[in-house]
């Protein structure tokens, strides 16, 4: 099933559920996905990801911990779509084996790590943990 009627799907069930949460998120990300021209659909998942997470500093610096519990809340259900994300170690692994294949050493090749990380596990890698990884695998 395509991750679009998927989403309708579930949606639905949302709504008959009275699942407030799971509804209106389902809204945005299929608002999100019909927008663009071509989705890459774990790229607009991934995004809004992110976005609920920078979210998440903001209000609990803000002391708006309501709000927080929210998004991630929101978050959990995005991850359902997502593909499941690599532990530390297997990110470690994937960097190390990335690497070693094309020659990196070096600072000035994190760039290519962290691009080959990403068409090689999309949706799976958060970019923060792969960026300070690679750095230290490199360095």
Same mark, same amino acid.
């Given at each position: 099933?395509?991750?679009?009627? =998927?989403?309708?799907? !579930?949606?639905?069930?949302?709504?008959?559920?009275?699942?407030?949460?799971?509804? !209106?998120? #389902? *809204?945005? /990300?299929?608002?999100?996905?019909?927008?663009?021209?071509?989705?890459? @659909? /774990?790229?607009?998942?991934?995004?809004?990801?992110?976005?609920?997470?920078?979210? /998440?500093?903001?209000?609990?610096? +803000?002391?708006?911990q309501d709000l927080a519990d929210?998004?991630?809340?929101?978050?959990?259900?995005? =991850?359902?779509?997502?593909?499941?994300? #690599?532990?530390?170690?297997?990110? *470690?692994?994937?960097?190390?084996? /990335?690497? @070693?294949?094309?020659? #990196?050493? +070096?600072?000035?090749?994190? +760039?290519?790590?962290?691009? @080959?990380?990403?068409?090689?596990?999309? +949706? =799976?890698?958060?970019?923060?943990?792969?960026?300070? #990884?690679?750095?230290?695998l490199l360095g």
């Open positions: 099933m395509a991750l679009l009627e =998927q989403i309708d799907a !579930d949606l639905k069930k949302a709504m008959l559920a009275r699942d407030h949460v799971t509804r !209106d998120t #389902l *809204r945005m /990300i299929k608002s999100e996905l019909l927008t663009l021209d071509e989705p890459d @659909e /774990i790229a607009v998942l991934t995004r809004a990801v992110k976005s609920r997470r920078d979210s /998440i500093e903001s209000y609990l610096e +803000g002391g708006r929210k998004e991630r809340a929101e978050i959990d259900v995005i =991850q359902r779509y997502l593909p499941k994300a #690599l532990t530390e170690d297997e990110v *470690r692994d994937a960097i190390a084996a /990335i690497i @070693e294949e094309h020659g #990196l050493s +070096g600072k000035k090749d994190l +760039g290519r790590v962290m691009k @080959e990380v990403r068409s090689r596990h999309p +949706g =799976q890698v958060d970019g923060k943990l792969a960026s300070t #990884l690679a750095a230290e």
